[in-house]
């Protein structure tokens, strides 16, 4: 077990065997795991997603503490001196201001898999530099109950 990066394709390539509109892969080849995103462009490029944070701030702080506790709290002030150190809301301030995808280089294997349908299957994607160049197929296997499912 473990954390997961996540893969997605703009274009996907044939991953046969399986047939399947997911386009979000997971896998652990690209360095420490530590859900990071990446892309691959739809012209082959290999990217990894950065996102710029900023902090809510007055009405929107206001309106998003109404959203999220479905009307039960009209202002983040109220919602915030309810709050307790069991559910600390600050990191609930933030929220994405842009996301920016950079070429990652990266030549080399990279083993994606993913569970759809109740089976696990695992394949073989292939970069030159940041370049996409071919996929291959690794294994499809049926999931046994007792095995966590990773549908992404």
């Given amino acids: 077990m473990g954390l997961y990066n996540t893969i997605s394709f703009e274009n996907e390539p044939s991953f046969k ?3 399947s ?6 896998t652990k080849t690209l360095g420490q795991p530590a859900l990071d995103h990446f892309v691959v462009t739809e012209n082959g490029m290999l990217t990894k997603e950065h996102n710029v944070w900023r902090e809510r701030e007055g009405k929107e702080l206001d309106e998003y503490a109404t959203e999220k506790t479905d009307g039960t709290y009209t202002s ?18 933030q929220t994405i201001e842009t996301t920016r995808h950079e070429p990652f280089y990266y030549s080399g294997t990279i083993e994606v898999h993913k569970s759809y349908r109740g089976v696990y299957h695992s394949y073989d994607v292939r970069f030159d530099g940041c370049s996409f160049e071919w996929v291959e197929f690794n294994e499809a296997k049926e999931l046994s109950t007792n095995q966590p499912n990773t549908e992404v």
């Fill in 17 to 19: 065997p399986m047939a």
């Fill in 21 to 26: 509109d997911l386009k979000v892969w997971q």
């Fill in 76 to 93: 983040w002030q109220e919602w915030e001196d309810d709050d307790t150190t069991e559910y600390p809301l600050n990191s609930w301030k």
